[in-house]
Structures are given as structure tokens and as C-alpha cells.
């Protein structure tokens, strides 16, 4: 069986993280911007999910557990542990 290809959206990304788990000030704007990308460059408050769609950095989350990415230090990569 073929997996389909996953769509560019911040639900399904790895850099993405739910706003409101962001560290201070970004949790802050959660009402504006439900989703922030925190990627090894920078830290962007999403205010559209649009962007990711075209999004030339964009990584499909891992599936072993659909759970949100843990938090990394400002300008890490973010990662999963075991």
C-alpha cells in the first residue's frame, strides 16, 4: 500500500508548534497566530496557515506517536526523543 503524499500544513510539519506551548512572549499572540514554525533559523508566529504550503523548508512531522514536536533552544533544531 502506497502512503499519499502529506499536505504542507502546519498540523502536519515538523518545525511547527502549537503557539500556545511556545515560551514567553510568543504564547502571548496564540489568539492571533494559533501556530508558530520554530525552525533552525528562526522562530515565525504563523498567522495564516497558507504559508506552509508553499513553504520551501517544510518537513513532515515523524508518525511514530503524532504527538507535537518537543520545544528546542532558540535557533536549535528541533527534535524527538524516545
Known amino acids: 500500500m502506497t502512503q499519499s ?3 504542507q500544513t502546519p498540523q502536519s510539519c515538523h518545525w511547527s508548534v502549537p503557539t500556545l506551548f511556545m515560551p514567553r512572549p510568543y504564547w502571548l499572540s496564540a489568539t492571533d497566530a494559533p501556530w508558530c514554525c520554530w525552525n533552525d533559523q528562526q ?3 504563523l498567522d495564516s496557515t497558507e504559508i506552509c504550503a508553499a ?3 517544510w518537513k513532515p512531522r515523524e508518525e511514530s506517536d503524532g ?3 518537543p520545544l528546542p533552544k532558540a ?5 524527538r526523543t524516545p
Open 5 to 7: 503524499p502529506s499536505r
Open 43 to 45: 522562530i515565525i508566529p
Open 55 to 57: 513553504c520551501p523548508m
Open 67 to 69: 504527538a507535537v514536536d
Open 75 to 79: 535557533g536549535a533544531m528541533p527534535f
